[in-house]
């Protein structure tokens, strides 16, 4: 079992920065690859970030690159999600998430089929204009 719980979310103005954080316990065997993802209202749950390796490997969503950036402290038990030039349609319910993964092509296809085996809470970001 993982226990994920996240932090750092709030409102900010458009064109600003947030680092949303998640702390991680339990099992290390299912850490190996960690996710962000987000969820607007009507909208389907979409990944943002996800990370393998220790930071050997990272993927993003095309609509986040070079504004966002997934990192992880693996002594803090720590994901980090640093998020800059934000824009209004950033604004949704941000999860992490965890799994097992053998390596790290399998880790990009959970990432890109959603398929986490725990997930956070959320934590809410919202953007104005």
């Known amino acids: 079992q993982v226990q994920l719980v996240e932090s750092g979310g709030g409102s900010v103005q458009a064109g600003g920065s947030l680092r949303l954080s998640c702390t991680t316990s339990?099992?290390?065997?299912?850490?190996?690859?960690m996710g962000w993802f987000r969820q607007a209202p009507g909208k389907e749950r979409e990944g943002v970030a996800a990370i393998y390796g220790g930071g050997a490997f990272t993927w993003y969503a095309d609509s986040v690159k070079g504004r966002f950036t997934i990192s992880q402290d693996a002594a803090k038990n720590t994901l980090y999600l640093q998020m800059g030039s934000l824009k209004p349609e950033d604004t949704a319910m941000y999860y992490c998430a965890a799994v097992g993964a053998p390596y790290a092509r399998s880790c990009y296809d959970k990432w890109d089929g959603k398929d986490f085996a725990y997930w956070g809470q959320g934590t809410q970001v919202t953007v104005s204009s």
């Open positions: 339990g099992s290390t065997q299912h850490q190996g690859c």
